[in-house]
């Protein structure tokens, strides 16, 4: 499975065994944030305004934060 944003990497096998059904990969795997919207307004139930406060305040994002080493 090609990844749209990591490309492709050689996978020796799955880390997992089914006895009854085959191991198979359908699709890659999310980006960092990808569903958050969805996951807040559609599983947690929260309110645009609520999902606003999450960002704002930091609390969650669409991408990473990448800590930073001391500043010289």
Not at 8 to 17: E, S
Not at 42 to 70: C, F, H, K, N
């Amino acid at each position: 499975m090609r990844h749209p944003v990591a490309g492709t990497f050689q996978q020796p096998g799955f880390a997992w065994r089914f006895e009854a059904t085959p191991a198979e990969i359908r699709m890659a795997a999310p980006l960092f944030g990808e569903h958050n919207i969805e996951i807040f307004r559609d599983l947690v139930r929260l309110s645009s305004d609520e999902m606003d406060a999450l960002y704002d305040t930091g609390a969650t994002g669409d991408g990473p934060l990448y800590a930073t080493g001391p500043q010289l």
